[in-house]
């Protein structure tokens, strides 16, 4: 399955599924519930940095636990 944000940039990237911090239950919680909101380039590349600063603070949680 293809990341719905990088498709939005035209860039193709593999959905890291659980491991995204966007995801919720079973999916996407942006593609499920930004829709067509979430195909504006501008949002898009924020939503990008947005997962990039999650996912690295994640990994220092883990480190200094």
């Not at 498709?7 to 079973?26: D, I, M, N, Q, S």
């Not at 195909?39 to 603070?57: D, I």
């Amino acid at each position: 399955m293809e990341c719905a944000v990088q498709r939005t940039l035209g860039a193709t990237e593999e959905c890291p599924g659980e491991t995204c911090p966007f995801w919720e239950g079973a999916g996407c919680f942006l593609e499920r519930r930004l829709g067509s909101e979430l195909k504006q380039h501008e949002f898009a590349v924020w939503l990008v940095a947005m997962r990039r600063y999650l996912e690295s603070a994640r990994l220092v949680d883990r480190a200094i636990a």
